[in-house]
Structures are given as C-alpha cells and as structure tokens.
C-alpha cells in the first residue's frame, strides 16, 4: 500500500525521472505536490502499469494534484554531463517550475544534489512506496512517451514508436547500421552489455 506522504511538517513534493536508461531522447523528471490524504486504488511506479492506464492516471494526477510540474535534459546536455547529473538537473528544473513552493521533497532512488536549501530524502523504489513520486513516474514517463512520438516519424528505422529511445536490439542495430542521429547520447555505447534491454 502506498503512503500519501513521508513527512508532515512540510509541503511535500514527490520528483522522479524516466529516460535514464534510453539510447536517445532526453531524459524528463517530474515533481508532484499531492493532497496530505490523497489515496488512490490503482496508482504504482509507471513501469508496472499499462501505456492506457498510465495517460489515463495522468489526466487524474493533473486533476487532483495541487501542483505539479514536468521539465527535461536533452541528449546534449547529457552527453555533456552525464546521465546521473542529468537526470538530478532534469528534477531540479521541475520543483523550480511549481508554482507553490515545497518544503520538503522525497526523491525516487539513492542519490540526489541538493536543491537550493529545501531538505530531501532519497527512497529506493520510492515510486512504489509514495504516491506522489509514482505521479511524478508517471507525468515523467508519459510526457517523455509523447516526446518520442513525435520524433519517431523522422527517424521510423529506429522504432523509436516502440521503444521510445530504450536500447532494444532492433534500436541497436539500428545505429550500428545507420548511424546516431541529432536526437541520440552519443557517450552511450550502443553495444554496451549494461545497458538494460526493454
């Protein structure tokens, strides 16, 4: 069972990524102020759930949430600084579009930069524990999603309307054949073992 919120002292906002894994694209964050009693029967981590599910809890998140925001790093500015610290830039560009302030943040994973002065806490698997970062999951991903949508038409040897930019082997293959295109990291490996396969 999910919890409303980690902390009750503070305006509490949940922020996580998607994309970190992907060949191409940028990778998006989101951050989510929910109601203190928000509770929600099928609300999980976005990659437990459904495509049709995930745009149709969107549209409740966007509803019931009494903020929210969605901001990216594109494949540039990754390459430029990795994907860790591209992925901590991509969350802090979201809490700085709120428009209510948090006081406090509860970020999925192990591992954050600070943002201003506002105290966090890093949850492993914390889209699975918190409501408010499986929303933000879930806005990340879906608006990630509707990025590479629009992109796949101009590069339809990819199957980027498929993979959305994760690194499948027709993806890989892909690049091994044809090259990167302007949209892919060119600091990943494209035959790198570690890179996980969807």
Not at 21 to 31: D, E, H, M, N, T
Not at 126 to 145: E, P, Q, V
Not at 183 to 193: I, M, S
Request: hydrophobic share 40%; with cysteine.
């Amino acid at each position: 069972m999910l919890l409303a919120r980690f902390q009750y002292d503070f305006l509490e906002a949940g922020c996580d990524e998607a994309g970190r894994g992907c060949l191409a694209g940028p990778v998006f964050a989101a951050a989510v102020i929910l109601p203190h009693d928000f509770e929600h029967g099928i609300l999980n981590d976005s990659k437990q759930i459904t495509e049709k599910v995930r745009y149709d809890l969107r549209k409740e998140i966007e509803d019931n949430a009494l903020d929210f925001a969605v901001a990216w790093v594109d494949n540039e500015e990754i390459d430029r600084i990795n994907i860790l610290n591209a992925s901590f830039l991509a969350m802090h560009r979201a809490i700085a579009k709120l428009k209510t302030e948090p006081g406090f943040l509860i970020i999925d994973g192990n591992r954050f930069n600070k943002y201003n002065k506002v105290p966090h806490h890093c949850i492993v698997e914390g889209d699975a524990k918190y409501f408010s970062i499986a929303a933000a999951s879930i806005l990340a991903k879906t608006y990630r999603d509707d990025f590479m949508l629009q992109i796949a038409a101009e590069h339809p040897e990819y199957d980027w309307h498929s993979n959305k930019g994760y690194p499948t082997i027709k993806h890989r293959n892909a690049v091994i054949e044809h090259g990167y295109t302007r949209y892919h990291r060119r600091t990943f490996r494209v035959t790198d073992p570690q890179l996980t396969i969807f």
